[in-house]
């Protein structure tokens, strides 16, 4: 298992990674075509479009706005994570737009640029959500309204997104808007997709007559715990142990080998779940 720091250390990793692939697919990708699936970059493209002020700054502005309101609403609720994370974005949008200046989309196919900005805006708020993180904006909003209302955070975010690539159609046509609108429902199942992944861990359940050394090798290498239950043989009467464990994906292999080399004859039944929820894997809700 990773050490507190080490979890932090990767943590923060994959706020810097994410924040920085989301960053990308926003700037390169959404702003340039006027996608705006939602969230606050999807409100800053859309004020960029009708004001003066650049959709960069307007998502600064927006992301310092909702942070305030979110400490006064919310208090804590906001997280140092998420100010961190959210003051990163606009900072890097800034930059972006500094060093390079983007005069309209990179390529003539706006299908092709819809796939990469919702592929990386997906991908990179995964990773900052894996790490107990979000981007802030209007997930802000959503925690407020779940606070005032019967929504959910779910609902309420779907409801604000799904306002704000409804302005779309207004501000830059039906094309671009039902752009918007697919790549909204695209991104938010692409996101649990890659959530899923990330938390992927593999359940195994072991029948063997050499419970002793396979339990050793998971508890002192992996640093797992064990579960044993016996059973029986419904055809041969045969009594055997039966050891119930699970590991991250990454040990999966490694383990299945160690299984076999000190029984050849285990039988082994690996699943896969994204809810591991335990020490050394997922708090306790």
């Known amino acids: 298992m990773l050490s507190d720091s080490k979890k932090r250390v990767r943590d923060w990793l994959m706020i810097l990674a994410g924040t920085l692939i989301l960053t990308v697919g926003v700037y390169f990708f959404k702003i340039p075509n006027g996608f705006a699936p939602g969230g606050v970059s999807g409100v800053g493209t859309i004020l960029g479009r009708i004001t003066p002020i650049s959709p960069a700054t307007w998502i600064t502005i927006l992301n310092v706005a909702l942070l305030l309101i979110g400490f006064l609403v919310l208090g804590r609720a906001t997280g140092f ?82 306002l704000i690539a409804l302005s779309s159609f207004f501000v830059f046509g039906i094309r671009t808007g039902l752009f ?59 009594r055997k142990t039966i050891l119930h464990t699970v590991c991250r994906r990454s040990e999966a292999v490694g383990l299945q080998r160690k299984i076999k080399e000190i029984d050849p004859e285990a039988f082994i039944i690996i699943t896969t779940s994204s809810e591991i929820i335990g020490r050394g894997f997922r708090g306790a809700m």
């Not at 904006?137 to 309420?156: C, E, F, P, R, S």
């Not at 790549?183 to 990330?198: N, R, T």
Request: hydrophobic share 45%; aromatic share 10%.
């Open 81 to 162: 994570r998420t100010t961190v994370c959210s003051l990163l974005f606009s900072g890097l949008t800034q930059l972006f737009e500094k060093v390079f200046p983007l005069e309209g989309p990179l390529t003539d196919q706006p299908f092709l640029e819809l796939a990469y900005a919702m592929i990386l805006t997906a991908f990179g708020s995964a990773l900052i959500f894996h790490a107990q993180a979000s981007s802030g904006g209007t997930d802000i909003i959503a925690l407020i309204l779940k606070k005032h209302t019967a929504l959910n955070v779910g609902m309420a975010l779907l409801c604000v997104d799904f």
């Open 180 to 238: 918007s609108l697919a790549g909204l429902f695209v991104k938010a199942f692409l996101v649990d997709s890659v959530i899923e992944s990330l938390d992927a861990c593999k359940y195994f359940v072991i029948i063997t007559t050499k419970p002793d050394d396979i339990s050793d090798h998971v508890l002192s290498s992996l640093g797992h715990g064990v579960t044993v239950s016996h059973g029986e043989g419904a055809y041969t009467g045969e």
